[in-house]
């Protein structure tokens, strides 16, 4: 069975800085198109940043600037590297892989940042 594993979230302050990691197994992770979604209380599941499996990075707008996506296929591992963390970033994130039909979710991570 495939897994996705989340690790790195965490309690922040406004400002710092939280690198989130996602490692696969069971799966030929080269190939999936990754992405980290998030979902504040109250809201709906949004995607915050996504790279395909030739690299390419697209970012949700109140992101850009901010957070870098970034892969590892030696590692089975996509990472997201969140800097100027803002109170409104508060939101458990997950670890998406897809690849045409198929398509996995992590857990997720929890991440609070303070004012």
């Known amino acids: 069975q495939v897994q996705l594993v989340e690790s790195g979230g965490g309690l922040v302050q406004a400002g710092g800085s939280l690198r989130l990691s996602c490692t696969a197994s069971r799966m030929s992770f080269s190939i999936y198109a990754m992405g980290w979604y998030r979902q504040a209380p109250g809201k709906q599941r949004e995607l915050v940043a996504g790279?395909?499996?030739?690299?390419?990075?697209n970012y949700e707008d109140s992101v850009k600037g901010r957070f870098t996506i970034s892969r590892d296929n030696a590692k089975n591992t996509v990472y997201l590297q969140m800097n100027s963390l803002k109170p409104e970033d508060t939101a458990v994130y997950y670890c998406?892989?897809?690849?045409?039909?198929?398509?996995?979710w992590g857990k997720g991570s929890l991440v609070t940042v303070s004012s």
């Open positions: 790279i395909t499996s030739g690299g390419v990075t």
């Open positions: 998406n892989a897809r690849y045409m039909w198929l398509e996995y």
